[in-house]
């Protein structure tokens, strides 16, 4: 079955960097260009919210507002991947961070832990 599986998380001071990973495998009927890819993500006693999405054409991107001008999300159809660039970063990104693709089925990955804290 399709599997989403996250990678780069970690702690960063504030005003810093983080980049992560999200490497989709085991297509069946579509491949990677089929899923336009997001990310979420889930602070500690709050709802899941939206951060960023991708279209497959790798053009067409959304953010969240909390998020414009510090992430950037971009995808390699090559190696089936989607990143999330994080710059910036704030403790208020502090949170699990969900890979999720969408191909008319949703899938979701397991989760990457980000804290932000000096």
């Known amino acids: 079955q399709v599997q989403l599986v996250e990678s780069g998380g970690g702690l960063v001071q504030p005003g810093g960097s983080l980049r992560l990973s999200c490497v989709v495998s085991?297509?069946?009927?579509?491949?990677?260009?089929?899923?336009?890819m997001s990310w979420y993500r889930q602070a500690p006693g709050k709802e899941r919210e939206f951060v960023a999405r991708i279209r497959a054409d790798g053009a067409t991107t959304n953010y969240a507002d909390s998020v414009k001008g510090r992430f950037t999300i971009s995808r390699d159809n090559e190696k089936n991947t989607v990143y999330l660039q994080m710059d910036s970063l704030k403790p208020e990104d502090t949170a699990v961070y969900y890979c999720?693709?969408?191909?008319?089925?949703?899938?979701w990955g397991q989760g990457a832990q980000v804290t932000v804290s000096s």
């Open positions: 999720h693709g969408d191909s008319g089925f949703q899938y």
């Open positions: 085991g297509f069946t009927f579509l491949n990677f260009l089929g899923y336009t």
